[in-house]
C-alpha cells in the first residue's frame, strides 16, 4: 500500500508563489485580530527576494522564509493598535535588523559559559573562506556537543528556537547565509581570528583525510606546520578526530626526536661530510640562481631577435638590456655589430589622433607633421638625441590637413586642407611663423608641389585639373592661366609630378596617364598610357622612373621615352599595401621607399637603364608603428627619414651611419688586408685601399670590356687574388684570361701582364705562394677531358712579375670542377677543394712537380666548398652545404686529422671564410649572413649563434677583416662598402642616441614584466 501511495497518491510540494507568500503573511495577522499596513507586505517580499533571489526582486531563497518570523515578530511588537506598520516594519531595522535583534535576544539569555560555549558551537557552524564569501556549513550535532553537552545544547536549543539554527536529527546548520551578515556578533567572531579559523577548518580537512587513509602516517603535521597549527587549536575548539591527528602529529614528533637524539652521535663522526654537502648545496644555489639568471637573460635576447625585423629599434634596445645583465657576452656583441647596419628610429609624439603628413627640410633641421587633430606642427630634429617641438602648433579652422610640402630654399611652408584650400607659410623663423595672405582656393591638395626655384607652386584641385600658381610674392599668389584639365576622366584617383613640374602621372579608373607640361605650365599633351589601374604612383624626381603599386605588388616603368613606357622585369611582390600607401623617391632618385599594411617600411635601389634590373633591398626593414603609415618623407640627404600615420607617433629613421667621403659601390670580389677589389657593374671593377673606418680611396679602375690583350671582349672579371706582399693582384677574367697588375704604389694601380693560359683552360681559383713567388692556377678543362680528366692545377712563377713563366705542365685532377685553392701562410702546402666534396692537399716545396698527398672528405658540397688555413699553418677550415663546418689538425699535412665539425646555424650553405691575424675567422653564406667564431681552442671552436652581420644589412660577397683586427669590411645592403666596428661601444652611443625614449615604463612592463624598470640609457 506504501509504494502505491507514494507512486500513484503522491504530491511534490515545491516553494511558495509569491502571491502565496504574501497570504502567509498576512492571514495568520488577520486570524489574530491584527491587519497589516498597506504595502508592507509587499515590503516584506521584497527585502525577503533580495536576500534570497539576488538583484531581479522576482524571486527568493525558500531557506529564508524561516526569518520572516523574527521580522514579523519585531514588527508586532512595534505595532500600532491592532495595525501592523510599515514604520515599525523600519524601526525593527527589517529582516536583516530583525535577524540581529533575536541573535542578541537569544544571546543574552544564555549564561557566561553557556555564551562560550555557544561561541563555539556557532563559530563550527562557518566555513570561512579564503579568498572567497564565508558560507554556512551543516555539521552533526555530536560533533558540536562533544565538550559540555549541557551548555553547548542549551545554546543551541536557544538559537533554534529563534529560527537562526536549524537542527535535524543528526546535524545542525545556520538557517540562512544571511545570519553571517545580519548578526555583527557573529562577524566580529569570524574576522577576529580569521586566519585562526581557516587554519582550524584546513586541520579539520586534514584529520578528515587522516581518518580515511586508515592514519596514514606520511599524512601528519611535522616541523614548523605542526608547531603552528598547534598555535592555532589552542585558541579554537577542535572535533574530535582533528584533536587525535594533532596527537598523533605530536607523538611522531616526539618519536623523530628521539631518533634524532640517538644519530647526534653519528652525525659527529661526518661533521667533515656534512661541510662538504654544505658545499654543495651552496653550490646547488648558486646554480639555480645562475639558471634563473639564464632563463631571463634569454628571454630579453629571444624578445629581442622576435622584435629584429619588425622594430628595430626596440629590439636595439632590449640588446642593451640584456648586455647589462650579462657584460661581454658574445651573442650580446653579435647583436650590437650587426644593428650597426639597421636603421634605428626616434619616436615623437605631440599628436592627439593620427596623422597625415610629414616633411623635412631641405636643410635636414626642421621637419613639419600634419594631424587629424587639425594642427601643423613643427619639430627640431638638429639634434637626434633630443628632437622637440618648436613652439605652438599651427591651426586652421578647416577639415583635416592632408599635405605639407617645404619650399627648395626651407623658408616657405605649403599645407593643404580639404576645406580652406591650401596655406601658405612663412618659416624662417620656425619658433615664430607667420601665415602669408589668404588660402589659395579652391585647391583640394591631393598633389603640392613647388618648382625647383620656388617660385611656382603646383596643386591638384576638385574639379580634377592641376593647377600652378605664381608664388614669386607668396602674399599675393596669382594663378598662372587656366588650370591644366585632363579631358577624359570623369573621376582621378591621384596625381604624381616630377620635381620640375614638367610631368604629370594621373590614375584614372581604368589606365594610367602620361602627360607632358609646357614650361608656362598652362598646356599639357598626353604622351603615354598604361592600361593598369593602381592604388598608389610616384615618380621619381627627374620623372624617368614610375613606380606603380597595383594589389600586392610594385611594378617600375622605365619612362626614358614617354611615348614608349618599358616595365622594368623585376617587380617587388608580397608588399601587402592598402589603398594610397605611400610610395617615396628619395631626393636624389637613388631609392624608393615602400610600406605594407603592417606599417613596415622597405627600401629599394632604382633601376639602371637595363630593362632586366631587379630591385634590391637598401636597408633592413623599419618597422614598429602601431597600425597603417600615411606618409613618408626623405632628407634631402637621404640619411633620415620620417614616417607617421594611425598610431599618432612620427618615427625619425636615421640610416646606418656612412663613412665621409667617397666609399666604393659594388659586391667585394677579392680582398687582402686593406686592399678590395669591387665589382660596381656589369663593365666595371675598381680597386680601394681602406685605410681605416672612416677613409677610403679609389687606386685603380679595371674596365672589363677594355682589357689590354683583348679590347674586343666584353668578359667580366670573375674573381681577384692579391699576393701576400701586396705588391701584385691577379685578376681573373671569364673563361681563361688572367692578368697581373702592380699595386706597388699605395696610390695607384699599373696593369703589368696577361698570363699566357691555354685557352681551353677555365681558370676557377688561384691562390699565392707565401712567398709571392709561384702563382697556382686552378679550374677545369673547357668542355671535359677525357676519362674525368675535367680538373687540373698549373703553377707559375711570379717573381719577375711582368714576365711569368710556368713552372709545371697542367697537373690532372679527377673531379667536376674546383671551388677554392687557398696555401698554408707557413709551410708550403695548398688546399684545393673541388664541386665534389673532396680537398686535396698537394706538397708545393718543388713547384714543378706538386705531390698530392691527402684527400680530405667534407660530406656534401654540391656547389663546391671553401677552405681556409689558420695563420699558424696547423689548422684547416671548410665548408659544405650540410650546414656545418668541418676542421682539420693538418700540423701534419699528410695526416690530417678531423677534430671539429661544429654547426653554423646559417640560412644558406657556407661560401666564405676570413681569418684574422689572432684566433678570430668569420664565416659568410650566400644570404651574406655572418657569423664570427673564435679559434683559440681548434678542438672546440666557439661560434656565435645570431649573425654578427644579419641578411638584412649586407648584400653579396666577400667579408674580409681590416689590418686593425677591430673591424669586418664587406658591402651594405645599400650596396656602398662600409666596415663594421667590433667594439661595441659607439653602437650603444648610437642606439641611446636616436632610441632614447623607446624603452617607456609601459613598453618595459609589456616586455619586460619580470624585471624592475631600469632603462639601459640614461
Not at 691527402?854 to 652545404?881: H, P, Y
Amino acid at each position: 500500500m506504501l509504494e502505491d501511495a507514494l507512486k500513484h497518491r503522491s504530491y511534490l510540494l515545491g516553494p511558495m508563489r509569491l502571491d502565496e507568500l504574501a497570504e502567509a503573511l498576512t492571514r495568520p495577522a488577520e486570524m489574530a485580530g491584527y491587519k497589516l499596513e498597506s504595502g508592507l507586505d509587499e515590503l516584506v517580499i521584497t527585502e525577503l527576494c533580495g536576500i534570497g533571489g539576488g538583484g531581479d526582486r522576482r524571486s527568493y531563497d525558500p531557506g529564508a522564509l524561516p526569518l520572516v518570523s523574527h521580522v514579523m515578530e519585531a514588527v508586532w511588537q512595534r505595532r500600532d493598535g491592532s495595525r501592523l506598520t510599515i514604520e515599525g516594519y523600519r524601526a525593527a531595522g527589517g529582516v536583516l535588523g530583525s535577524v540581529s535583534a533575536t541573535a542578541e535576544t537569544a544571546w543574552g539569555e544564555l549564561t557566561d559559559f553557556q555564551q562560550a560555549v555557544g561561541k563555539q558551537v556557532l563559530l563550527g557552524l562557518v566555513a570561512v573562506g579564503g579568498d572567497t564569501r564565508d558560507t554556512r556549513r551543516r555539521v552533526s550535532r555530536a560533533e558540536l556537543l562533544r565538550q559540555t553537552v549541557d551548555a553547548a545544547d542549551t545554546a543551541l536549543d536557544a538559537l533554534a528556537r529563534t529560527r537562526l539554527v536549524t537542527l535535524d536529527a543528526d546535524t545542525a546548520y545556520l538557517t540562512h547565509e544571511i545570519v553571517l551578515d545580519a548578526w555583527p556578533r557573529l562577524r566580529s567572531w569570524i574576522d577576529e581570528d580569521r586566519v585562526g579559523n581557516l587554519e582550524r577548518q584546513r586541520l579539520q580537512s586534514d584529520a578528515t583525510e587522516w581518518v580515511e587513509h586508515r592514519h596514514d602516517p606520511s599524512l601528519l603535521y611535522r616541523g614548523a606546520r605542526l608547531t603552528t597549527m598547534r598555535e592555532h587549536a589552542r585558541r579554537g575548539a577542535l572535533g574530535t578526530a582533528a584533536q587525535e591527528f594533532l596527537t598523533a602529529s605530536e607523538a611522531a614528533r616526539q618519536r623523530a626526536q628521539r631518533r634524532s637524539a640517538a644519530r647526534r652521535a653519528a652525525l659527529v663522526l661526518l661533521t667533515i661530510v656534512s661541510v662538504v654537502l654544505a658545499g654543495f648545496a651552496f653550490l646547488q644555489s648558486r646554480n639555480a640562481s645562475h639558471q634563473r639568471d639564464n632563463a631571463i637573460f634569454n628571454s630579453v635576447l629571444a624578445e629581442a631577435d622576435r622584435l629584429e625585423t619588425s622594430d628595430p629599434s626596440l629590439s636595439a634596445q632590449l640588446d642593451l638590456v640584456a648586455g647589462r645583465l650579462r657584460p661581454g657576452d658574445p651573442e650580446v656583441r653579435a647583436r650590437l655589430v650587426n644593428s650597426e647596419g639597421m636603421p634605428l628610429a626616434s619616436a615623437l609624439v605631440g599628436h592627439h589622433g593620427y596623422i597625415s603628413g610629414v616633411a623635412i627640410r631641405p636643410d635636414g633641421r626642421v621637419l613639419a607633421s600634419a594631424g587629424s587633430d587639425r594642427t601643423v606642427q613643427l619639430w627640431d630634429i638638429s639634434d637626434r638625441r633630443n628632437p622637440h617641438p618648436i613652439g605652438k602648433a599651427l591651426s586652421e579652422d578647416g577639415d583635416q590637413v592632408d599635405r605639407l610640402t617645404f619650399s627648395p630654399d626651407g623658408a616657405t611652408l605649403a599645407v593643404s586642407d580639404a576645406k580652406v584650400g591650401v596655406v601658405l607659410w612663412d618659416v624662417r623663423d620656425p619658433g615664430h611663423p607667420t601665415r602669408f595672405g589668404n588660402p589659395i582656393i579652391p585647391s583640394y591638395g591631393e598633389v603640392i608641389k613647388f618648382s625647383p626655384d620656388g617660385k611656382v607652386l603646383a596643386a591638384s584641385d576638385k574639379d580634377n585639373a592641376l593647377e600652378f600658381w605664381n608664388i614669386a610674392d607668396p602674399l599675393d599668389p596669382r594663378l598662372i592661366g587656366d588650370p591644366v584639365s585632363i579631358p577624359g576622366h570623369e573621376k582621378y584617383y591621384m596625381v604624381a609630378l616630377s620635381a620640375d613640374l614638367r610631368r604629370a602621372v594621373i590614375v584614372g579608373v581604368n589606365d594610367i596617364q602620361l602627360w607632358e607640361l609646357d614650361a608656362s605650365y598652362e598646356h599639357a599633351t598626353l604622351s603615354g598610357t598604361i592600361e593598369d589601374f593602381s592604388s598608389s604612383v610616384e615618380l621619381s624626381p627627374d620623372g624617368t622612373v614610375l613606380a606603380v603599386l597595383a594589389g600586392e605588388s610594385v611594378d617600375l616603368w622605365n619612362l626614358a621615352i614617354p611615348d614608349r613606357p618599358q616595365r622594368v622585369a623585376g617587380q617587388i611582390s608580397d608588399v601587402q599595401n592598402t589603398i594610397g600607401s605611400p610610395l617615396v623617391f628619395s631626393n636624389d632618385g637613388h631609392e624608393f621607399a615602400t610600406v605594407d599594411s603592417s606599417g613596415q617600411i622597405r627600401m629599394w635601389d632604382l633601376p639602371s637603364s637595363n630593362d632586366h634590373w631587379i630591385p634590391e633591398p637598401t636597408q633592413a626593414p623599419m618597422g614598429g608603428a602601431r597600425g597603417t603609415i600615411e606618409s613618408v618623407a626623405f632628407s634631402a640627404d637621404g640619411r633620415t627619414l620620417a614616417a607617421a600615420g594611425q598610431d599618432g607617433i612620427i618615427r625619425l629613421w636615421s640610416m646606418p651611419g656612412a663613412a665621409a667621403g667617397q666609399w666604393p659601390h659594388g659586391s667585394i670580389i677579392g680582398a687582402y688586408s686593406n686592399v678590395i677589389a669591387v665589382h660596381c657593374g656589369q663593365s666595371n671593377t675598381e680597386i680601394w685601399r681602406i685605410d681605416s673606418s672612416h677613409s677610403a680611396r679609389i687606386i685603380g679602375r679595371i674596365d672589363d670590356g677594355l682589357r689590354p690583350d683583348r679590347r674586343d671582349s666584353p668578359d667580366t672579371v670573375s674573381r681577384v687574388v692579391i699576393s701576400p706582399d701586396m705588391r701584385t693582384m691577379a685578376v681573373f677574367h671569364y673563361p681563361s684570361v688572367v692578368q697581373l697588375f702592380d699595386l706597388s704604389d699605395p696610390a695607384s694601380t699599373r696593369y703589368l701582364t696577361t698570363i699566357p693560359v691555354q685557352e681551353d683552360f677555365n681558370v676557377l681559383r688561384g691562390a699565392f705562394s707565401p712567398d709571392s713567388a709561384q702563382l697556382v692556377l686552378s679550374g677545369q678543362l673547357i668542355g671535359g677531358g677525357q676519362n674525368g680528366d675535367n680538373g687540373g692545377i698549373q703553377v707559375w712563377n711570379t717573381a719577375d712579375r711582368g714576365n711569368p713563366v710556368p713552372l709545371s705542365s697542367r697537373i690532372s685532377t679527377v673531379g667536376s670542377g674546383v671551388s677554392d685553392v687557398q696555401f698554408d701562410p707557413v709551410n708550403r702546402y695548398l688546399a684545393e677543394a673541388g664541386d665534389d666534396g673532396t680537398v686535396r692537399i698537394w706538397d708545393m716545396h718543388n713547384p714543378t712537380a706538386p705531390i698530392d698527398v691527402a684527400n680530405i672528405r667534407t660530406g656534401q658540397a654540391e656547389n663546391g666548398i671553401a677552405v681556409r688555413f689558420s695563420n699558424d699553418g696547423k689548422t684547416l677550415i671548410g665548408t659544405s652545404v650540410d650546414d656545418s663546418l668541418r676542421i682539420w689538425d693538418v700540423t701534419d699535412p699528410r695526416k690530417p686529422g678531423l677534430i671539429a665539425n661544429p654547426p653554423v646555424g646559417a640560412r644558406s650553405p657556407t661560401r666564405y671564410l676570413t681569418v684574422d691575424s689572432g684566433n678570430l675567422f668569420v664565416s659568410a653564406d650566400e644570404s651574406g649572413e655572418a657569423r664570427l667564431w673564435n679559434m683559440s681552442d681548434p678542438g672546440h671552436p666557439a661560434g656565435v649563434h645570431h649573425p654578427i652581420i644579419g641578411a638584412d644589412t649586407i648584400r653579396g660577397g666577400q667579408i674580409t677583416f681590416h689590418p686593425d683586427g677591430r673591424h669586418l669590411i664587406g658591402t651594405g645592403a645599400d650596396g656602398v662598402v662600409r666596415t663594421w666596428d667590433l667594439d661595441t661601444a659607439h653602437e650603444v652611443v648610437r642606439i641611446c642616441d636616436i632610441t632614447r625614449g623607446t624603452l617607456t615604463p609601459q613598453v618595459w612592463r609589456d616586455q619586460l614584466p619580470d624585471l624592475p624598470y631600469r632603462p639601459p640609457c640614461k
